[in-house]
Nanobody
Framework: QVQLMESGGGSVQAGGSLTLSCVVSGATRNDYSMGWFRQAPGREREAVASIYLHGGIKHYADSVNGRFTISYENAKNMLYLQMNSLTPEDTAIYYC?????????????????????RGQGTQVTVPS
């Protein structure tokens, strides 16, 4: 059973930066697609970024590409999301998530909801 716990959320001014962290436990092999998705009030869930640990293949949503960076630190079993140039549209609850095996980014979020694991979420607020 994979367990995930996010931290690092908060309020930041537009144009600022924030780094989210996620402690990963129970993932005994590197055959996981891990990542972040977000949920804002009145909006659909959105996959933000994913990384396949076996090979480090990364994917990003168009809305964050070039601004956000996903990474995984094997030694600490930590997943990160570095977020730069934040805008009010980035305001959401951010969730850390994982699914076994490589997952196409287009279906990663659906896979997370059906067969994956996710944390409790951390709030990110960028006031307008």
């Amino acid at each position: 059973q994979v367990q995930l716990m996010e931290s690092g959320g908060g309020s930041v001014q537009a144009g600022g930066s924030l780094t989210l962290s996620c402690v990963v436990s129970g993932a005994t092999r590197n055959d996981y697609s891990m990542g972040w998705f977000r949920q804002a009030p009145g909006r659909e869930r959105e996959a933000v970024a994913s990384i396949y640990l076996h090979g480090g293949i990364k994917h990003y949503a168009d809305s964050v590409n070039g601004r956000f960076t996903i990474s995984y630190e094997n030694a600490k079993n930590m997943l990160y999301l570095q977020m730069n140039s934040l805008t009010p549209e980035d305001t959401a609850i951010y969730y850390c998530a994982a699914a076994v095996g490589y997952r196409f980014f287009s279906t990663w979020l659906d896979d997370i909801m059906t067969v994956g694991f996710r944390g409790q979420g951390t709030q990110v607020t960028v006031p307008s």
